[in-house]
Structure formats: structure tokens, C-alpha cells
């Protein structure tokens, strides 16, 4: 088991869906469908699904209002209800022309399955086709969530995001003032917070910080604040900026290809030549340049792991 968990941990480094990839995933799975009607909604892996009431048939006839997302939560609006789907580390959708009905088997990366009635006249008209979605979690670590809520403030974790940076509202005083609150913390922990700021995971983070030339341990109230969000905007609004327009299908390749530091360690800085460094903490790594962002130094594991408390 525990050799299994590595594997999966390995085979994950680089692509875990994070806020510009979930940005992309609404605009791809907004246009195929909103206005489509649900036909049915499978679960196949029950462990993923964190909500029994309303129940899954409640969707059934029902028409899709909208997509839309909570930091990293992807929310469809059907009906009256809100399916959010957290798609964790190794979870994804992949968009289905014929879904087969019911589904086989329950092994299988598949986690749930939703199928749409078949598209009306008018929904081929305005460039809807197609006929549903597969939420597929890869690895033996399963940690995607799915829930179907009257609400998403329903749910806990999405209740108590931080503001999201794409925001219009979210300004470098934001910012400021989520650094001041978070003292002595330092930034990697900070960035990576969902109830400080929403929508940012261990990647990101980590290609933010190089950004901006800042070791993942400075102290986040010590932290100019213009100059993070400043970094922070350009590497977010860049990724979405490649993503966007992509289907979903081809987000993975691209977020892999375009990232500075994360997933890189041994290779070549983009920026200085110097070799990536790697710190290994609790279940995951991450990536840093040396000479861009600690002043040559190397951070220690053991330090680490104190710093992500
Ligand atoms: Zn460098």
C-alpha cells in the first residue's frame, strides 16, 4: 500500500487542477451545457458523493442554468440545485459524445457520470451536442468530492473560501491585509491557504513565488504586498490566458508545459540556468530556484515540515 501510494504521488507531480485549469473547465463545460437538459445522474463511487439529500434523481428533467466556480469547486447550476464537484488531486471530467448507460463496471477511474436528454432542434441550433460527462478520479488515493446542494454556501469548505485573486474586488489591499492577518506564517503555507485566499494549490504557488523571487519561507506580514499580487496576478492571468478556449481535454498538456519551477527539479532554471530544488514534506514536493529565490541556499525537508503546520 504504502508503495502504491508513492506511485500514485509520482505519477501525479504536475498536474493537479488548480484555479486557471477549474476557470478553463467552466468556460469548456458552460458552453456544451447550459441550456441542456439532465437525463440522469450515475454515481460510482459512493465514497466520492458527500450529500444524500436532495437526492441524485432530483436532477433528473431538470435543465442546466449555468457553470460556475468556487475557487477550485466546480459548480453546475441544475435546476434549483448546485452539483460542486471538487476535483482534489487526481480528478477531472471528460466530456463523453455516447456515454454508455448504465455504466459496467464500478472499477475504473470512473467516479460519476452525468447524461444529458438528447439535444433538441434548437440546442444543435446554437451549438449544443454531445450528450454528457464522466468525473474520473486517477491513483488510489481518492479525495475528490462531489456534492448536490440546495446552496454551495451549503457546504462547508466552499463557506469558508478566501477571496478569489480573479476577482475584481480582490486589490493589492486584499492582499495587504491577508498578509498582515497571516504574520509570522510564511507565504508557501499562506498562498496555498483556501480560507485566505481561494483557488491556489501547491503549483501555483510555487510558480508565484518564483515570480516574484521569493523564498517559500518569508514571512508573509514582512512581504511587499504590490509586488506578490503583482506576481501573482501575471502567473494566474497567464496560465488562463493559455487554457482558455482549450478543451478540457488538452488543459493538462498545457499547464504542464508552461510551468516555470513546479514539477521540474534537476532541470535548468528558465531564468538563471541554476538547478531547480526539490523539498519533500508530508505527501508531496515542491520546487524552488535557489539562486532566484533563497539567496543560493537549499531549504531542508525537516524545516519544511514545520513550515506547513
Ligand atoms: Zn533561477
Redesign the pocket.
Same mark, same amino acid.
Given at each position: 500500500m504504502p508503495r502504491q501510494a508513492a506511485t500514485d504521488r509520482l505519477r501525479h507531480t504536475g498536474f493537479v487542477p488548480e484555479l486557471p485549469e477549474v476557470e478553463a473547465l467552466v468556460a469548456d463545460l458552460g458552453s456544451r451545457l447550459t441550456g441542456r437538459t439532465v437525463r440522469r445522474l450515475d454515481m460510482v463511487s459512493f465514497a466520492a458523493l458527500k450529500t444524500f439529500d436532495p437526492p441524485l434523481s432530483a436532477v433528473e428533467g431538470e435543465p442546466i442554468v449555468g457553470v460556475s466556480r468556487h475557487g477550485k469547486f466546480l459548480d453546475i447550476a441544475v435546476g434549483e440545485l448546485h452539483l460542486v464537484i471538487h476535483l482534489a488531486r487526481a480528478g477531472w471530467i471528460r466530456w463523453r459524445e455516447n456515454p454508455p448507460t448504465p455504466l459496467a463496471s464500478a472499477k475504473g477511474p470512473i467516479a460519476a457520470r452525468l447524461v444529458l436528454e438528447e439535444p433538441t432542434a434548437q440546442d444543435v441550433a446554437a451549438g449544443r451536442t454531445g450528450s454528457g460527462f464522466d468525473v474520473t478520479e486517477a491513483g488510489t488515493k481518492k479525495s475528490l468530492t462531489i456534492h448536490l446542494v440546495r446552496s454551495p454556501s451549503d457546504i462547508e469548505r466552499v463557506a469558508t473560501l478566501g477571496p478569489d485573486p480573479l476577482s475584481p474586488d480582490f486589490t493589492v489591499e486584499t492582499l495587504a491585509g491577508i498578509l498582515r492577518d497571516a504574520g509570522r506564517a510564511q507565504l508557501k503555507g499562506v498562498l496555498r491557504d483556501q480560507r485566505r485566499i481561494a483557488g491556489i494549490g501547491n503549483a501555483y504557488s510555487d510558480e508565484i513565488l518564483?515570480v516574484a523571487r521569493l523564498s517559500p519561507f518569508t514571512p508573509a506580514a514582512t512581504t511587499d504586498a504590490s509586488h506578490l499580487f503583482a506576481a501573482m496576478q501575471h502567473t494566474l492571468r497567464g496560465a488562463i490566458d493559455r487554457a482558455s478556449g482549450k478543451p478540457a481535454s488538452e488543459l493538462k498538456a498545457e499547464k504542464k508545459a508552461n510551468l516555470r519551477?513546479h514539477g521540474r527539479f534537476r532541470e535548468a +532554471? /528558465?531564468? *538563471?540556468?541554476?538547478t531547480?530544488q526539490q523539498v519533500q514534506y508530508a505527501d508531496s514536493t515542491f520546487q524552488y +530556484? /535557489?539562486? *532566484?529565490?533563497t539567496g543560493g541556499r537549499k531549504l531542508s525537508d525537516r524545516v519544511m515540515d514545520r513550515l506547513l503546520k
Open positions: 518564483h519551477v +532554471c /528558465p531564468v *538563471c540556468g541554476d531547480i +530556484c /535557489p539562486t *532566484c529565490q
